[in-house]
Every structure is written in structure tokens, then in C-alpha cells.
């Protein structure tokens, strides 16, 4: 029963462990330049960004969509479709940082 209800929810589980990840990398990844080094926010939050990004890509591609190859052909699209879709929302964060901090 379990592994029946694991194996039919296995990419969302994944996708969660792998945001929780993402979550951490961000929040460390910006406290450290913000709070301890004293860069900018507006530095310390693109710093982030592209620190997470990569995290993110490299946790989705293993971990919730099972891609294993390593090889430019594949790699290039995958990466592509995902910095694209995260550089939109990236440039939202950007704006709602330099508007409410």
C-alpha cells in the first residue's frame, strides 16, 4: 500500500525535497553576503539567485525529472528552458526587492 501511494507520488516528493534544498541554498546564499560579508542587498540577491538557479537546475535534473546525462546536447536545451523560466521570476524578485527593502 505504501509503496503503491510512494511510487504514484514519487516526482511530486522529489520536487518538494528538492524546493526544501533550493530553499536552504537561497536563504544561506544571500545571509552570508547580506548579514556577515555587508554587500548590498540588491548584490547579495542576484549572488543568490544565480547560486540558487544552479542548485535548482541541478537538483530538478536529478532528483524529479530522472535526467542523467551529462552531455552538452542534452544539457543545452534542458538548461535553457529552465534558466529562462527562472530569469522571469528572477527579474520579479528583483523588482519587489528594490521596491519594499
Do not use: C, H
Amino acid at each position: 500500500m505504501f509503496n503503491k501511494l510512494f511510487d504514484d507520488k514519487k516526482e511530486f516528493i522529489w520536487y518538494v525535497i528538492s524546493g526544501t534544498v533550493v530553499t536552504i541554498v537561497s536563504w544561506i546564499t544571500y545571509y552570508i553576503p547580506y548579514q556577515i560579508l555587508g554587500w548590498s542587498n540588491m548584490v547579495s540577491e542576484i549572488f543568490s539567485w544565480i547560486i540558487t538557479v544552479a542548485t535548482a537546475y541541478v537538483t530538478n535534473k536529478i532528483w524529479v525529472f530522472k535526467s542523467y546525462s551529462w552531455d552538452w546536447e542534452v544539457v543545452k536545451p534542458e538548461a535553457v528552458k529552465f534558466i529562462s523560466m527562472r530569469l522571469a521570476s528572477g527579474v520579479v524578485e528583483w523588482i519587489l526587492m528594490w521596491l519594499f527593502v
